[in-house]
Structure formats: structure tokens, C-alpha cells
């Protein structure tokens, strides 16, 4: 008894310091009567937790408006804000060609990006590694920001990854991303890093900052070159055991599918049938270099014949995966993810016209407005979802000054 005793009052502190972290997350400059009234604190608990997270370079106090020119009868209010600077989180699309990496402030804004290609797909884990450590080096100078100064990391693969962060290796494909990423950049820069499916990361990217804001039952699928999909049901990121939940594998045995090629792949391979033809299309002048996914489009809002023919096809390949999706999770909403997002949106009437012939359970559709990024962005979520956890057992490299104007005066980057 004597030990809950004397524990309380440091777990109360705790509690207290979570509070006001959570309330000056979702706030822009705050007054300590802000935090009272948002937390139920005390006037003195709550100055002396605002001035510990100051202390710890968490939260930092703004100079008030006197010091600006302006005139305040009595005392004037003590007000803090949110460092968003106080470290940094890495978001990172992991691919079979190329590593893509962003580094976020601790509001989530997206500070620098940098990408960097592999040789080929099956190289070695070291090759790999290196790519990617190289890749999340070049965001990081692109912004002045340190290895030190990175709070968390959390990477997007193509390959299923169970609730501990254990890749699904009973496929040739998913193996080539089982490689030991967390240990190694744990022991060359010190990095936390988090390992989830990219598939997985569109629905938290999109649920967070697209489409699909505020929806608790969706379906994001990433539809480019192979179909893949995440799944929020009730507000909770859906795993399955081994990390498989989402997988769209049984598209092989769906009539009129057959497999799981996604809408920039079979653009680009009908429309290069249909160029092999006689057929007169504008698609030829488009696709002087080779057909893709973006000429089809072009072609078809022009009104060409041959390109509105493959669009076609699209819509009712992907009425098709989206009825089976439907029927097996009933989501409220579908989102089609992914680089090809943006051109897919001439495909929602289609789809949608489609749907009842394949499920009693259709959703609402719409396409993520955060395209290629759709990964990088739920990434850094999941990478902020881990620090917010995590503040009050995690160490600042430098802590923030005591005094800055507020944000209105100072220069951004």
C-alpha cells in the first residue's frame, strides 16, 4: 500500500504532462488558462507541467504580445505552443525499384523527401539496406536535420508484416523485404523503426489526411501496377494473424479478374494489344515511346474509341475487385490509392454503375487525393502515432529555447 502511495503522485505527473502534450498537439499557441480549462488542471499544476515539458524541449513559451508593440493592461498571459521541431520522424516507401523517404516535424508536415532507385530487384539485404539508409541521409540533409534528431521511423513494404512487425515470408516476393531493416538501421544510426504493409499504411495515410478522413470502415486499395489493400474496421487497422488480412491473392479466382494486376499495369498492356492492331487511335501518337497508363487517359478524353474501349475494361475488372472486396469486409468506403489515383477518377461512375451486379453490399467510392505520397503519409503517422505513446520516455538530442516569438514572427522552413 505504502508503494501505490508513493508511486501516485509521480503517476499523476505523468498523466498530467500526457494531457497537456495531447491538448497542445491539436492546438496552435495556448494561454495557461487554455490548459486549465482543456486539461481540469490546476493554475499551478498546470504552469509547473507546462515548464517540466519546456524544461525537456517538448513545448516551448511564446513572448507575449507587449513585446511586440502592442499595449496589455495587468500582468500579461504566459503562452506556449507545441515544438514541432523538437525532433523529427522518418516516413518510408520501400519498394521492389526504389526507396522513397520523408522527414515530418511532429505536426506531421512533410519537410524533405528524397528517393533513390535499386540496381535490381533481387539484391543482396546489405545493397538494400544501404539504399534505404542512403535515401532517409539525403532527406535529412535536404532539411539540415541530424540522424540524432530522428525520434522514429516506420516503413511501408510490399510484403504482409504481422502485428510485431515480423515479415510474411511464405512467398518468394514478400522475402525480398525480410531484410533484418529494423536491427540494421537500429545499429548504424540508433533509429526506432517500425515495419508495417504499404497497403496497410495507404488506409492509415488516407483515413489521417485524405478520402477517408473520419470514415472508421474503409478500404483503401492500391491499384497501380498489382492490387493490394488495407483495412480499417471500426477505427482499427485490421492485421490478421501472420499480417495477411488485406491481401487480395484470391482475385486469381474471381471470374472476370484472375489475377491481381492493378489499373497502370493492364492500361499499359491493352493498350500495347491494341497498338499491335490496325486499329486508327490517337493512342499511337501519344504512346511514341511506349505505351502507359497516362496515354490511355489522355486518348480516352479526347474521345478516342480504342482508349474509352480499355477504360471499359477498367472499370469493370475493377467493379469486379471492389464487388468481391464489399461482399467479404462491407466497408462503408473504398478508396482507390496510389499513383494512378489521380487518372482514376474518370473510373468512379463507371464502377459504381457496375457494383450491384457483384455485391448486395455496395460502398461509396472515391479516389485519395494523396497519390503516389499515399504511403510516405501514412507512414509518418504511424511513426508519430509511436512518439506520441512514447514522449515522456523518449530523450531530445537539444532542448528548445525558453523564449520565442510567437510563430507569426519567426521564419519557417
Given at each position: 500500500?505504502?508503494?501505490?502511495?508513493?508511486?501516485?503522485?509521480?503517476?499523476?505527473?505523468?498523466?498530467?504532462?500526457?494531457a497537456?502534450?495531447?491538448?497542445?498537439?491539436?492546438?496552435?499557441?495556448v494561454?495557461?488558462?487554455?490548459?486549465?480549462?482543456?486539461?481540469?488542471?490546476?493554475?499551478?499544476?498546470?504552469?509547473?507541467?507546462?515548464?517540466d515539458?519546456?524544461?525537456?524541449?517538448?513545448?516551448?513559451?511564446?513572448?507575449?504580445?507587449?513585446?511586440?508593440?502592442?499595449?496589455?493592461?495587468?500582468?500579461?498571459?504566459?503562452?506556449?505552443?507545441?515544438?514541432?521541431?523538437?525532433?523529427?520522424?522518418?516516413?518510408?516507401?520501400?519498394?521492389?525499384?526504389?526507396?522513397?523517404?520523408?522527414?515530418s516535424?511532429?505536426r506531421?508536415?512533410a519537410?524533405?523527401?528524397?528517393?533513390?532507385?535499386?540496381?535490381?530487384?533481387?539484391?543482396?539485404?546489405?545493397?538494400?539496406?544501404?539504399?534505404?539508409?542512403?535515401?532517409?541521409?539525403?532527406?535529412?540533409h535536404?532539411?539540415?536535420?541530424?540522424?540524432?534528431?530522428?525520434?522514429?521511423?516506420?516503413?511501408?513494404?510490399?510484403?504482409?508484416?504481422?502485428?510485431n512487425g515480423?515479415?510474411?515470408?511464405?512467398?518468394?516476393?514478400?522475402?525480398?523485404?525480410d531484410?533484418?531493416?529494423?536491427?540494421?538501421?537500429?545499429?548504424?544510426?540508433?533509429?526506432?523503426?517500425?515495419?508495417?504493409n504499404?497497403?496497410n499504411?495507404?488506409?492509415?495515410?488516407?483515413?489521417?489526411?485524405?478520402?477517408?478522413?473520419?470514415?472508421?470502415?474503409?478500404?483503401?486499395?492500391?491499384?497501380?501496377?498489382?492490387?493490394?489493400?488495407g483495412?480499417?474496421?471500426?477505427?482499427?487497422?485490421?492485421h490478421?494473424?501472420?499480417?495477411?488480412?488485406?491481401?487480395?491473392?484470391f482475385?486469381?479466382?474471381?471470374?472476370?479478374?484472375?489475377?491481381?494486376?492493378?489499373?497502370?499495369?493492364?492500361?499499359?498492356?491493352?493498350?500495347?494489344?491494341?497498338?499491335?492492331?490496325?486499329?486508327?487511335?490517337s493512342?499511337?501518337?501519344?504512346?511514341?515511346?511506349?505505351?502507359?497508363?497516362?496515354?490511355?487517359?489522355?486518348a480516352a478524353?479526347?474521345?478516342?474509341?480504342?482508349?474509352?474501349?480499355?477504360?471499359?475494361?477498367?472499370a469493370?475488372?475493377?467493379?469486379?475487385?471492389?464487388?468481391?472486396?464489399a461482399t467479404?469486409?462491407?466497408?462503408?468506403?473504398?478508396?482507390?490509392?496510389?499513383?494512378?489515383?489521380?487518372?482514376?477518377?474518370?473510373?468512379?461512375?463507371?464502377?459504381?454503375?457496375r457494383?450491384?451486379?457483384?455485391?448486395a453490399?455496395?460502398?461509396?467510392?472515391?479516389?485519395?487525393?494523396?497519390g503516389?505520397?499515399?504511403?510516405?503519409?501514412?507512414?509518418?503517422?504511424?511513426?508519430?502515432?509511436?512518439?506520441?505513446?512514447?514522449?515522456?520516455?523518449?530523450?531530445?538530442?537539444a532542448?528548445?529555447?525558453?523564449?520565442?516569438?510567437?510563430?507569426?514572427?519567426?521564419a519557417?522552413?
Open positions: 500500500m505504502s508503494e501505490i502511495s508513493a508511486a501516485t503522485p509521480q503517476l499523476l505527473r505523468r498523466v498530467s504532462a500526457g497537456v502534450l495531447d491538448y497542445l498537439r491539436a492546438s496552435e499557441a494561454t495557461v488558462t487554455d490548459v486549465m480549462e482543456a486539461t481540469g488542471l490546476t493554475r499551478a499544476t498546470a504552469i509547473s507541467v507546462c515548464e515539458l519546456m524544461e525537456r524541449g517538448w513545448i516551448r513559451e511564446l513572448e507575449n504580445q507587449r513585446a511586440f508593440g502592442g499595449y496589455q493592461k495587468g500582468r500579461p498571459a504566459r503562452r506556449f505552443e507545441l515544438n514541432e521541431r523538437a525532433g523529427y520522424v522518418l516516413g518510408m516507401d520501400v519498394g521492389i525499384r526504389k526507396a522513397t523517404v520523408v522527414v516535424d511532429l506531421g508536415k519537410l524533405g523527401r528524397a528517393s533513390q532507385p535499386f540496381a535490381e530487384a533481387e539484391i543482396s539485404a546489405e545493397e538494400r539496406i544501404s539504399v534505404i539508409d542512403r535515401a532517409a541521409m539525403l532527406a535529412l535536404s532539411v539540415g536535420a541530424s540522424p540524432e534528431s530522428v525520434l522514429a521511423v516506420c516503413a511501408g513494404i510490399a510484403a504482409p508484416v504481422d502485428r515480423d515479415v510474411l515470408v511464405t512467398q518468394h516476393f514478400w522475402g525480398l523485404f531484410v533484418g531493416l529494423k536491427a540494421a538501421l537500429r545499429d548504424r544510426r540508433g533509429w526506432t523503426v517500425l515495419l508495417e504499404d497497403a499504411l495507404a488506409a492509415l495515410g488516407d483515413r489521417w489526411r485524405g478520402a477517408a478522413a473520419g470514415v472508421d470502415d474503409v478500404v483503401v486499395i492500391l491499384a497501380s501496377e498489382r492490387f493490394g489493400s483495412v480499417i474496421d471500426g477505427g482499427r487497422l485490421v490478421g494473424r501472420g499480417g495477411g488480412a488485406g491481401e487480395l491473392a482475385l486469381d479466382m474471381v471470374e472476370g479478374v484472375g489475377n491481381t494486376f492493378g489499373i497502370a499495369f493492364l492500361a499499359r498492356e491493352w493498350a500495347t494489344d491494341a497498338l499491335a492492331g490496325n486499329a486508327e487511335t493512342l499511337r501518337k501519344h504512346a511514341a515511346d511506349g505505351a502507359e497508363a497516362a496515354h490511355v487517359f489522355a478524353a479526347e474521345g478516342d474509341a480504342v482508349a474509352l474501349k480499355i477504360l471499359e475494361r477498367l469493370d475488372r475493377m467493379a469486379r475487385v471492389i464487388g468481391a472486396v467479404i469486409i462491407n466497408p462503408e468506403l473504398v478508396v482507390i490509392g496510389g499513383a494512378v489515383a489521380k487518372s482514376a477518377g474518370v473510373l468512379l461512375d463507371p464502377i459504381a454503375e457494383l450491384k451486379q457483384y455485391t453490399t455496395p460502398p461509396r467510392l472515391a479516389v485519395s487525393p494523396l503516389d505520397s499515399i504511403v510516405t503519409v501514412g507512414a509518418v503517422r504511424c511513426a508519430l502515432d509511436y512518439v506520441e505513446k512514447n514522449t515522456l520516455d523518449l530523450k531530445l538530442m532542448r528548445a529555447s525558453p523564449h520565442l516569438p510567437p510563430a507569426s514572427a519567426t519557417t522552413s
